[in-house]
């Protein structure tokens, strides 16, 4: 009886096919490795484009018969998957809650509409009138930067109830950039960012929000009284209509599609914001360049085309703009300059910083995007 066994032959053979295996799907893994750290770019998500540029991409990948659709990625996952998700809470708001009590009974009403105000108390009385044109359906924040607050609360009632936040010698901007987060605000519908030297005998806050609501504005602010001064042609108030979206200007400044300063265009005094523009202009706000000049002429980029559609001056519900200093005494006396004059040229600097910034950030980003996607360049130009 012959004993079954394996010939040293047939061994040896099988092992070097094993290792010959072994080897091919180890090299196959390196060159994986090597590819994707080759090609970044193919790892362009949804969350590093512009909103305009993905919808280019969208017609372009739709159109394209050879084009694959994409598919986004959720990083902001990245921060919470330590987390069950039963208790991420990832929103908030700045409805006040009680400090004892079912928390489910705290709030008899939630507000839709937020209004803030950059204020000193010299303007106490003025920030009250605005205030009282604001309906319950209305959350007040108030930034105050001369660090006075205590005694609002002595003088109006509806500062009880009104959010206070100060810090000395601040702007708007400043604070919005640090208060404001898209995710602390996602509760309202429509947020204001207004200065204190605005008249508000013509104004309506409701009704303000009816018209912009109908009109599909985005981005909005009230018309200017004409008689009492402004400092573009789009923002003065037209009599007799609702709201008005484009304006005559020097002709060098005109372009097609209409662009700022004659359309899709709104002041920085006095701006209105719908919760997603508002998420987008919040990360346009640059950190260091806290007088907002400049910002004005790119709110543009936070509205989907046409933007000049989207935004636009509601002259039914008008305002005065008073044109009172009020940061300039917040400024300091140096190198020969008053106060006021150095606060100014420290706006001028900024405007002249930030059109620079976007512009040469516009020119680097989609150059990347050519070279990455040569195939796909049309679209950008």
Same mark, same amino acid.
């Given at each position: 009886?012959?004993?079954?066994?394996?010939?040293?032959?047939?061994?040896?053979?099988?092992?070097?096919?094993?290792?010959?295996?072994?080897?091919?799907?180890?090299?196959?893994?390196?060159?994986?490795?090597?590819?994707?750290?080759?090609?970044?770019?193919?790892?362009?998500?949804?969350?590093?484009?512009?909103?305009?540029?993905?919808?280019?991409?969208?017609?372009?990948?739709?159109?394209?018969?050879?084009?694959?659709?994409?598919?986004?990625?959720?990083?902001?996952?990245?921060?919470?998957?330590? =987390?069950?998700?039963?208790?991420?809470?990832?929103?908030?708001?700045?409805?006040?809650?009680? =400090?004892?009590?079912?928390?489910?009974?705290?709030?008899?009403?939630?507000?839709?509409?937020?209004?803030?105000?950059?204020?000193?108390?010299?303007?106490?009385?003025?920030?009250?009138?605005?205030?009282?044109?604001?309906?319950?359906?209305?959350t007040i924040v108030l930034f105050h930067y001369d660090g006075r607050t205590s005694e609002w609360n002595d003088e109006f009632e509806w500062s009880k109830n009104a959010i206070h936040i100060s810090v000395l010698k601040q702007t708007k901007?400043?604070?919005?950039?640090?208060? #404001?987060?898209?995710?602390?605000?996602?509760?309202?519908?429509?947020?204001?960012?207004?200065?204190?030297? #605005?008249?508000?005998?013509?104004?309506?806050? !409701?009704?303000?929000?009816?018209?912009?609501?109908?009109?599909?504005?985005?981005?909005?602010?009230?018309?200017?009284?004409?008689?009492?001064?402004?400092?573009?042609?789009?923002?003065?108030?037209? !009599?007799?209509?609702?709201?008005?979206?484009?304006?005559?200007?020097?002709?060098?400044?005109?372009s097609d599609p209409p662009r700022p300063p004659c359309a899709a265009f709104v002041e920085i005094m006095a701006p209105v914001f719908s919760r997603d523009a508002w998420r987008c202009v919040w990360h346009l706000i640059q950190n260091d360049l806290v007088h907002g000049w400049g910002l004005d002429f790119a709110l543009r980029r936070c509205v989907e085309e046409p933007a000049h559609e989207k935004i636009g001056i509601v002259d039914s519900q008008w305002i005065v703009h008073q044109f009172i200093p009020s940061l300039g005494s917040q400024g300091k006396e140096e190198k020969g300059k008053s106060p006021w004059q150095g606060v100014r040229d420290r706006c001028h600097l900024e405007w002249k910083l930030f059109s620079s910034r976007v512009e040469n950030a516009e020119k680097d980003y989609f150059k990347t995007l050519q070279v990455q996607s040569p195939s796909n360049s049309t679209i950008f130009q």
């Open positions: 009886m012959g004993i079954l066994s394996r010939s040293p032959t047939s061994t040896r053979r099988s092992e070097d096919n094993g290792m010959k295996l072994l080897a091919t799907a180890l090299f196959a893994i390196a060159f994986g490795i090597l590819l994707g750290l080759s090609f970044p770019s193919l790892w362009i998500t949804k969350a590093s484009l512009p909103e305009n540029v993905l919808h280019s991409i969208a017609i372009s990948h739709r159109d394209s018969d050879t084009a694959t659709p994409t598919q986004d990625i959720d990083i902001s996952k990245a921060c919470t998957e330590r =987390l069950p998700p039963g208790i991420i809470a990832s929103e908030s708001d700045f409805y006040l809650r009680r =400090l004892w009590g079912n928390p489910e009974e705290d709030l008899k009403k939630k507000p839709r509409y937020l209004a803030t105000f950059t204020v000193g108390y010299k303007q106490r009385y003025n920030i009250d009138a605005c205030v009282k044109k604001f309906s319950d359906n209305f901007w400043w604070y919005a950039k640090r208060f #404001l987060h898209p995710d602390i605000v996602a509760r309202y519908d429509y947020i204001f960012i207004w200065d204190e030297d #605005l008249g508000v005998d013509h104004f309506d806050a !409701e009704e303000y929000i009816h018209l912009v609501k109908k009109h599909g504005l985005e981005i909005s602010q009230p018309g200017l009284d004409p008689e009492r001064g402004f400092t573009w042609q789009i923002t003065k108030r037209r !009599e007799h209509i609702e709201v008005h979206k484009e304006t005559d200007e020097k002709l060098d400044w005109c």
